[in-house]
């Protein structure tokens, strides 16, 4: 990363640990390899922390701070920055509302003149 600019090297660092906190904390992986590790982390201490998004980013950013810093107190700068950026993605992707999952049905569709089939294929 010290071939980065430090800005863009962040900026790298603080997607990359919101995509992994939410790949662990919210979705169910590639088929379904995450959900599996969450149902048997259960309700014990890891599984509580894989259900916090806040709790599980302090530990994803720790690597990627590693990654940007030079010194202890840049790390510790750098994980509670990466952690913090990792929340405030959560937060703005979630004022967004999801993408609907059905088809939206507009009024202007239901007309009389259209048939629709009850018993099967036309004879």
Known sequence: MNALNPWLAF?????ATWRV??????????????LQ???R????????????FQCLSLWIAMPFAFALAHSVAGW????????????????????HPP?????????ENNHELLRSRTNGPES
Do not use: N, Q, Y
């Open 76 to 95: 510790i700068l750098a994980w509670l920055a990466l952690s913090g950026a990792a929340c405030l993605f959560e937060r703005i992707g979630a004022a």
């Open 11 to 15: 900026a790298l660092a603080a997607l």
């Open 99 to 107: 993408w609907p999952g059905e088809p939206l049905h507009f009024p």
């Open 21 to 34: 906190t939410h790949l662990l904390a919210e979705e169910d992986g590639p088929g379904g390899l995450v």
């Open 41 to 52: 982390l259960g309700a014990g201490k890891l599984g509580a922390l894989m259900d916090c």
């Open 37 to 39: 590790l969450r149902m």
